[in-house]
């Protein structure tokens, strides 16, 4: 069955860089598009970034200069990687195949 | 980009009672395709979002008929008949014309 798990480190230093693995299993992603989407605790969710079926990727324009995603199709994997992280970028962080299964979601705070 | 702008229930909503909720987009989701390119989508207490509608009024694989949706270019509602115990959450409507993809700003559903 289809199922996504994000994994990464639960604090970051503010200033320090945010690295994220979604792990994938029951698709392949060089047949699908995975998204990364955010959600500061008790507030909305906000897009962040696609990596397509064919590698290609789009950003949040307000996280643009910061994000990074790339994969490792071999490893059924999509990665984040987002730096300068301060402290309004605590959140939970969910990885989602094109809207209609998503991770359980991983909690990042940003604090010294 | 696109903004997404939700409407307030008047909640408590009794149970057994219907529900509507608005999304409005600042720019039309109608393509030349004739799909409306907007999604529900519930995230109940605690949990991940959950896809509900997509297209603008289908379904997603098993959720309830009692879920539907409908909708102009840029006015979207999701109707809820018959509100029950795990209905209880917040709705987003999102986006999926352009990038970024955007999301509303939530609505919270709360049962007498």
């Not at chain 1, 230093?13 to 605790?41: D, I």
């Not at chain 1, 402290?87 to 359980?104: H, K, L, N, P, V």
């Not at chain 2, 395709?33 to 896809?51: A, H, I, V």
């Not at chain 2, 009024?57 to 509602?77: E, H």
Request: proline share 4%; with cysteine.
């Amino acid at each position: 069955q289809v199922q996504l798990k994000e994994s990464g480190p639960g604090l970051v230093q503010p200033s320090e860089t945010l690295s994220l693995t979604c792990t994938v299993s029951g698709f392949s992603l060089t047949s699908n598009s995975v998204h990364w989407v955010r959600q500061p605790p008790g507030k909305g969710l906000e897009w962040m970034g696609i990596i397509r079926s064919g590698g290609s990727t789009d950003y949040n324009s307000a996280l643009k200069s910061r994000l990074s995603i790339s994969r490792d199709t071999s490893k059924s994997q999509v990665f984040l990687k987002m730096n300068s992280l301060q402290t309004e970028d605590t959140a939970i962080y969910y990885c989602t195949r094109s809207s209609d299964y998503w991770g359980q979601g991983v909690m990042v705070t940003v604090s010294s | 980009d696109i903004v997404m702008t939700q409407g307030a229930l008047p909640n408590p909503v009794p149970s057994g009672e219907s529900a509507s909720i608005t999304c409005q987009s600042s720019k039309s989701l109608l393509h030349s395709n004739g799909k409306t390119y907007l999604n529900w989508y519930l995230q109940r207490p605690g949990q991940s979002p959950q896809l509900l509608i997509y297209w603008m009024s289908t379904r997603a694989s098993g959720v309830s008929d009692r879920f539907s949706g409908s909708g102009s270019g840029t006015d979207f509602t999701l109707k809820i008949s018959s509100v029950e115990a795990e209905d209880v959450g917040v709705y987003y409507c999102q986006q999926f014309l352009e990038y970024p993809r955007t999301f509303g700003g939530g609505t919270k559903l709360e049962l007498k």
